[in-house]
């Protein structure tokens, strides 16, 4: 059975900092592609980013240059670093396993997590 647990996020002011992470059972992780979505109220969920068995990493345009997606084999564990957030960053964050990566294009993986809420407000 497999178990994405995310954890990390919380309430935090405009231009601070956040961590999230995402602890992996139930698969072999090494071999799996790891993501960050988000859903903000009202709205779809979106994509953050996404990184590779081999540690490619993929970002929507939004959050370029600001987070960090990164991923320890060892801990079975995928990172997300949220640097200099802003209110519209405030949603909840999923993490998503079963990634492929074509070279060219990605999959959405079969398994989520529950979410872990993120809220920028002043």
């Known amino acids: 059975q497999v178990q994405l647990v995310e954890s990390g996020g919380g309430l935090v002011q405009p231009g601070e900092s956040l961590t999230l992470s995402c602890a992996a059972s139930g698969i072999i992780f090494s071999n799996s592609g790891m993501g960050w979505y988000r859903q903000a109220p009202g709205k779809e969920r979106e994509l953050v980013a996404r990184?590779?068995?081999?540690?490619?990493?993929d970002y929507t345009d939004s959050v370029k240059g600001r987070f960090t997606i990164s991923r320890d084999n060892a801990k079975n564990t995928v990172y997300l670093q949220m640097n200099r957030l802003k209110p519209e960053d405030t949603a909840v964050y999923y993490c998503?396993?079963?990634?492929?990566?074509?070279?060219?294009?990605?999959?959405?993986?079969?398994?989520w997590g529950k979410g872990t809420l993120v809220t920028v407000s002043s």
């Open positions: 998503n396993a079963g990634i492929n990566w074509y070279g060219s294009s990605w999959s959405v993986g079969n398994y």
């Open positions: 990184i590779s068995r081999s540690s490619f990493t």
